[in-house]
């Protein structure tokens, strides 16, 4: 079976989906696009085998040629398209964040749960990586114990001098790994904080970068987080878990060793396609998998949801200056980890 | 277009790129198996959307369904079924070696030129491996200079105690590092010959576990490779070209590293399938897009022929405990490098 | 020129200071001893070519054959031994703290500047460790600019699980980090915070192990330093600066890489000897030449005051559970830098 | 007991064990120098404490205040200053070669055993190296289990372009691996060839580098050693042991990791100090530890012979260019292993 996705939003997320359904994966093509922009919709689908045009979200949820819905629009529009599609009772694959407000998240779980069955898939794309399930399966195993902290970095070589806020830098990055340390530890974060190391001159003027970002598990892991967007020297993301009898971290790129003047180098990624575009494949590949088979395995919209609380819980300690707690709400059985 | 791809030998690494095609890459559908085992063939289509199965390869390359030929079927056969792909005038990949003599491999060449296209593609798949095409790439690029010498590690975790010969090392294993090696410099193999290390004991008796295999570059690059069956801690492949400026080497795997009971751990893959599954993806990946696209980009009948030619010294250099020349006779502007 | 060394405290770390002035370096030679306990003082001096055991420091102090005195008592003896040294206008090296309180590493420098010559360094070795070296050269050279954060980690296999207090992870463990960054950064700390992560159950029933401590230097680098001492998997000290263009890091221990059971594993040491023990060695070799030379080039008094002071601080911040600031007052020209 | 050394040759080589024993070791001081240059002796004699410069090796053996004598002469004068030390009854540490023909180190080692006690000690201090000790230990450890392979590279970033010619790749720079590997496996080379890789262009004109060595270990061992003394990249050097388990290997230097500009950099050593100068301190350390314990633990006369055989054995391959077996004779028990 073919899936025939309907992809709503044709900006750069979204036409590399396109090109990674069209190009790289098995088992779907896509079918219909929409964008708020006509013209850019029409190009994306001339380059394609067979692509409706829709004028709208709602009206590309509405063809009977789309099984499943990627939505890839900007941030403020997903909860819209993704309840469209809900309502249709199709799958639906939404880019991260679900939803900019934990309000927002959550009527569309509630949706969700009142349509019966899960549809939702939200984009975070570290779940698969292969590096991060070597940490998994590494915890999981129980090779280090059981865990106390996680050391994280997450660096950019830039961001545009103007536009990118301090706060972006919460909410677009260090997002990343706060779902990825809830799946990691299979528990919620209770608590954050934030600290303000010495600002790089790099950055824009109101950009406090770097920052580190605080994180505390409801079992006690305290999970620091150095968000660095103007690292400059590439894109470096490192993670390493430390246990009651050992630790587990990301291992540095593989590739090729280089011997020259004087030096042993290796390379760093230069941006995060590099870096992770395996895992974009991998996510959206079983994503295509569950569709056909209908079933949903990957991050549900009760982990969107957690992962925007979280992310504003940050915002406030950001504001604040101090601690602020997480406070989700119990999470229904709708949403139970094994499905 | 999806490219219809008929599948001669359905064993292990036939059964593997039919699940390739099915369920990883992009842009192909396996329509027609066949196999001298009909009833494994059978059992192979059964678990596909739509596939005949044909009594004989000829009758498969026949079957207009088929728009492109992989062979997968035991080293002897090949010869026939690409042939038969050849006169069908149907895109082939073959599985290495091409055939097991220069000789046979001739006669491949020999239909190919008379059908005036290029058709064949050999199924050498470490030229799309990420390592070493960032060797290939350093070494372009001029960052080490001039090359000079390459060492090579082939190393197994084991082979069968019954049946796996010294000489299959050699056809079997090191084959990899002969077309490798003409890839990587671009120039052909004159000379072999063979060194014999103390021999382990975890191997059969008959077998003198492991080589080093010598090859000489035509422009005097000297290239060794380990070869060893039963290196029983893993699957371990490396490879290190010293230029007159600097050397370039794969690295070690990336993943997780551990550190535990006073080590520090790294993993080494288990097997071939680990290291190289993704080298195989994109191999096939890419012959797919060519037959689609009618081009014609991988390793050639010539590369197989040059890498049986090669096999066959090294097998005489065996026998003969000296150095052995390598004489392919001039390459056909048929198969210049560009294509 | 031989310096003559008398030894007060002949303990462990008296001992192996006492081996290594007498196996190890050149231009020292252990003249005589003392230790509260005389029986142990008389049995190390047995040992010994020929070296005089006094029934105290001050005793020590007096001998003529005296040239210079290494303090190996505890803590809280450290202030009468140094003070005895000064007023015999006599070197003292002394093991780290100066003094248990910042009141008495004041009077121990009121004294040194008393007698008008600098007589005391205060024995931190990691500014000897050819790695921090390392780290130092490249942050002074401008490899990564301007430095905005420094992750560190101090791990202990364990500890005995009675005795080792919460409090002796900063002031016996963190206080390493804390001279080492000043050194660094070439700044004060101006503030501290400690975090607690999960407890680890393998500690003592008071201790809680981990701790994160943070160190914010003059110049607005924030220094966090994670402190667990019951890590169990081996003694491993780590530490990466982050700068406006590129971080430079420890590097794991060189030695052998051993690869076995589908594992490459290198070695962890073992404990603070096997990490360290260079760094001892070139710290007294430096110190025996500083002797001989009439110069003084180590950690002063003023570095031995400074970090008795932030720990302090990390105390009374690990009493409140908030940012504790640290207050020097104004650092006398007699310390300044360049000696 | 300070031993008094006497230094036959002030050379770069004299010169720097003479800082050694006198600015880094303990035990040992530097009481006479000889050279045939003797305003060269005389002006190291004026650094020196107190060192009585002789007119001849044989003077300075003879000098009363010498208990044990450093021969750091040219090559061809080794013999006799050896011998004279051996005559006299005094311990002897000759820098590599011990005579640069096996007769001369024959006649040695005929002196030694009529002196009726082991008195001279070899300069390979390859074997004091704690990266190749730890190979040993592993391999001693049965890690890897029974060894089949060893791979090297010795690798130079330079020699002056005249008067540094093909011969000296063997008889100077693999002359290390050659002592080292008999020392590694506890056995002795029987077979020696070359093989010539592609010559570099930076070399001189008459200079084939670099060069492939391989050595035959009497247990079957085969031992490959690119030397490679253009390099130009650094002072690299590698060893891997292959075992029927498993394989050991050198690590890269450790120090410090710098991310920059798309890269992840290590140091390599930038000469033979860098790399290697712990190593000669541990030596020679141990050299005066053991004539003050009147014993004799370090590479033998028996030793500096094999050596020497195994060198005048690889020239031989080279000019000939086939394989070429080296016979030593039998072991005399007066140069048994355990001393």
Redesign the interface.
């Known amino acids: 079976m073919t899936v025939g996705v309907g992809v709503i939003g044709t900006g750069m997320i979204g036409q590399d989906h396109i090109r990674r359904i069209?190009?790289?994966?098995?088992?779907g093509a896509v079918v219909a696009v929409a964008d708020v922009d006509a013209a850019r919709a029409g190009q994306v689908a001339a380059g394609l085998p067979a692509a409706t045009v829709h004028p709208t979200g709602q009206d590309l949820v509405a063809d009977g040629a789309v099984d499943a819905v990627l939505v890839a629009s900007w941030g403020p529009a997903h909860e819209e398209h993704v309840l469209a599609a809900i309502v249709a009772g199709k799958p639906v694959f939404c880019e991260k964040p679900l939803a900019p407000t934990g309000e927002a998240c959550l009527r569309i779980i509630e949706a969700e749960m009142a349509s019966g069955r899960r549809l939702v898939q939200v984009g975070f794309m570290r779940r698969y990586d292969?590096?991060y399930l070597?940490?998994k399966a590494?915890l999981d195993n129980g090779?280090?114990?059981?865990?106390?902290?996680m050391?994280c970095?997450h660096r950019n070589p830039s961001v545009p001098p103007y536009g990118f806020t301090t706060e972006l830098m919460i909410s677009d990055s260090a997002v990343h790994e706060i779902d990825l340390v809830r799946w990691m530890f299979g528990e919620d974060i209770v608590g954050t904080n934030i600290?303000?190391?010495?600002?790089?001159?790099?950055g824009g003027a109101d950009l406090h970068d770097?920052l580190?970002v605080?994180l505390e598990?409801a079992?006690?892991?305290?999970v620091?987080v150095?968000v660095?967007v103007n690292?400059?020297?590439?894109y470096?993301i490192r993670g390493e878990i430390?246990g009651?009898?050992?630790?587990?971290?990301?291992?540095?790129?593989?590739?090729?060793?280089?011997?020259?003047?004087?030096?042993?180098?290796?390379?760093?990624p230069?941006d995060w396609r590099e870096r992770f575009i395996r895992a974009y494949d991998v996510e959206l590949?079983d994503w295509l998998k569950a569709v056909a088979a209908g079933t949903s395995t990957g991050p549900s919209s009760w982990d969107g949801y957690a992962a925007t609380a979280a992310v504003e819980s940050c915002l406030e300690a950001l504001r604040t200056g101090s601690r602020t707690a997480v406070s989700l709400g119990e999470r229904p059985d709708f949403y139970a980890k094994e499905q």
């Open positions: 069209t190009q790289v994966l098995s088992g292969s590096g070597a940490l590494a090779e280090i114990g059981a865990p106390l902290m050391h970095a600290l303000k190391p010495r600002r790089s001159s790099k770097p580190i605080l598990m079992g006690g892991v305290l620091d150095e660095f690292a400059t020297y590439g470096d430390v009651e009898r050992g630790t587990v971290a990301l291992a540095d790129a593989g590739g090729a060793v280089l011997k020259q003047d004087g030096a042993r180098t290796g390379r760093v230069a590949q």
